[in-house]
């Protein structure tokens, strides 16, 4: 169980366009959700705090409006890149923690290389 | 205030040999310690963690850590590494049982095993 599903994996996109990924917790209830950035060879940069039905909580340095995210429902949380530019290409991952019996460690998705042409 | 450091940018080892991959914390209250594992273009997976009781964790995959209190330490262990386990490995720490389980992840170690 504890399975963390990020879609796409990979998008290429031209520049000044809008990009949506998404994260959704496919057996279990996410009370909380984490979206990262990270760059080649480096750690996970923190990027906002998402919890259902509330607004996201943005690290320091963060574009809230560079970086929409978006908690709907207790299993599926979206970001979305708008009008990216080359700059943003990264790996982006999300994770997220349980609900019920949650044992402390997050589930992570298996990431989204946006490309930005 | 949290955080937490892996001295070692890369571990190398032969296939068959002990490996080692180093972290550090620093946590204002009790630590919550855990370990991932990241293959290339994947997201992480979970190895083990540290939240309470024995000092000694077993984890995924043959991994073990020891927690060592006095040296602020939790070093994950492996008897016989094999060269599937070459990838990117992260220590990461908490220090509230709360849960928003948000963690400080450390930079990370490349661990490349070879035949």
């Known amino acids: 169980g504890a399975v963390v599903s990020q879609h796409p994996s990979w998008v290429i996109c031209k520049s000044g366009t809008s990009v949506k990924i998404e994260c959704r917790s496919l057996d279990f209830q996410a009370t909380t959700m984490f979206w990262y950035r990270q760059f080649p060879k480096q750690s996970l940069m923190l990027m906002a705090t998402?919890?259902?039905?509330?607004?996201?909580?943005?690290e320091q340095g963060v574009e809230k409006d560079k970086f929409l995210i978006n908690h709907a429902s207790l299993t599926l949380s979206t970001l979305t890149v708008t009008s990216a530019h080359p700059e943003d290409s990264s790996f982006y991952i999300c994770s997220a923690s349980r609900r019920v019996q949650n044992t402390g460690e997050l589930f992570f998705g298996e990431g989204s290389r946006l490309t930005v042409l | 205030a949290q955080s937490v450091a892996q001295p070692e940018d890369q571990v190398n080892v032969a296939e068959g040999n002990p490996l080692t991959v180093k972290c550090t914390y620093s946590v204002s209250g009790n630590p919550y310690l855990f370990w991932y594992v990241q293959y290339p273009n994947r997201g992480l997976q979970f190895l083990l963690k540290y939240i309470t009781g024995d000092n000694l964790v077993k984890g995924s995959y043959g991994f073990e850590a020891e927690f060592n209190k006095s040296q602020t330490s939790f070093h994950l262990k492996k008897p016989s590494a094999l060269v599937s386990d070459s990838a990117l490995y992260f220590c990461a720490v908490r220090d509230m049982p709360d849960s928003w389980g948000k963690l400080q992840f450390g930079a990370g170690t490349q661990v490349v095993v070879t035949p």
């Open positions: 998402s919890n259902e039905g509330s607004k996201a909580t943005y």
